[in-house]
């Protein structure tokens, strides 16, 4: 049997057995990244252990919130996390051909080959456009942090310094940072309370991730409600996963849809593929299958990796766009090189079975 088809879910439960470390990529301050298989699919894992610093478990849990949101052509994909043993593994998409560092100091782009420098530069661009319009700034883009798959297309990775866009403030350090935490959130209140939309914003954030105070999700949805009040994209878009979720406030699929619809306006991505979601299920909203083509057509463009995905079994199958095997391969061919393993068995079993293309059983197996 083709071995496409014994390819394992990233979303089974975890099992070292399915798990298979290989060489060494590389390592840091706070752990190791080795090449592996998670059955038959190739991957990257980052491994951490827990008895480090304060600092660094903060650092790692930064890394693991902010990566596992960011879905885009040019973001390193995240798979999944386990923790186990004092250990916490990080699964995520194989960058072939290593980091942008790597490939400069190796002579491997040529120095005269500006058409791919420029491709490069504007990925890269690409891909911290889509981090910034969700509100986060990565603060350690360099070219170690940019990797590069086998199709020489990049993905940018390392999210452990990165912060929402509000917070400009240096970390206070030392004997009195809880005193200072408690005049900088007494200052911020204040100046929320007066309307400032960037103090909404730092609330919302610190409660959300219990910086120097108490988690609150009631808190956090109080401060981002009033950002979003104020037509702030970011916030749009917590508020509108909060009633998703009934996190701090009530759960209510309507109310979802309508905060959605706004930041998905605004151009948020991952709300133009939730909203897109919502109209083709009808959930929180009339079912529409126009409109939830739109959207998701909308974060595609944008490199949604999601909705790229979605689109492509909608081409495929013929349903609510009309039906082009044609723009179906290539639309899983894109997802495909972003790491997505769905669409790695989808295209395989495309050319185990000659769909639209010639049966081609060695780029099946591969």
Known sequence: MNSVQHQASFAAPFQHSLLVRGKLLGSGGYGSVYKA????????????????SELAQQSIQTEISFHQKLRHRH??????????????????????????????????????????????ASEIAQGLAFIHQEGI??????????????????????????????????????????????????HM?????????????FLGWIYDHGHGVDRSDKDVFWWYRLAASHGTMVAQLRVAEMYDKGQGVDASVEKAASWYLRAADGGS??????????????????????????????????????????????????????????EALKRFTMVEQQGNSEAQHRLGMKYWDGQEIRKNDTEAAN
């Open 37 to 52: 298989y998670w059955g038959n699919q190739p991957c990257a894992v980052k491994t951490f252990f827990l008895t480090q």
């Open 75 to 120: 973001i390193i994909q995240f798979y999944r996390t386990h923790e186990e043993h004092g250990c916490t593994y990080l699964l995520m998409e194989l960058a072939e051909n290593g980091s942008l560092e790597h490939a400069i100091t190796k002579g491997h782009l040529a120095v005269d080959d500006w058409t791919t420098k420029r491709r490069l």
């Open 137 to 186: 700034v990565h603060r350690d883009l360099k070219s170690a942090n940019v990797l590069l798959t086998k199709h020489m297309e990049v993905k940018l990775a390392d999210f452990g310094l990165a912060q929402i866009k509000p917070m400009a403030l240096a970390s206070v350090q030392g004997s009195s940072q809880s005193r200072a935490n408690d005049d900088v959130v007494a």
């Open 189 to 201: 209140c204040t100046a929320a309370n007066q309307g400032s939309v960037e103090a909404q914003l």
């Open 269 to 326: 991505a991952s709300a133009q593929f939730q909203i897109g979601s919502m109209y083709m299920d009808g959930r929180g909203v009339k079912q529409d299958e126009e409109k939830a083509s739109r959207w998701y057509h909308s974060a595609a463009y944008q490199g949604h990796s999601d909705a790229q995905y979605k689109l492509s079994n909608m081409y495929f199958l013929g349903r609510w766009v009309e039906q082009s095997d044609e």
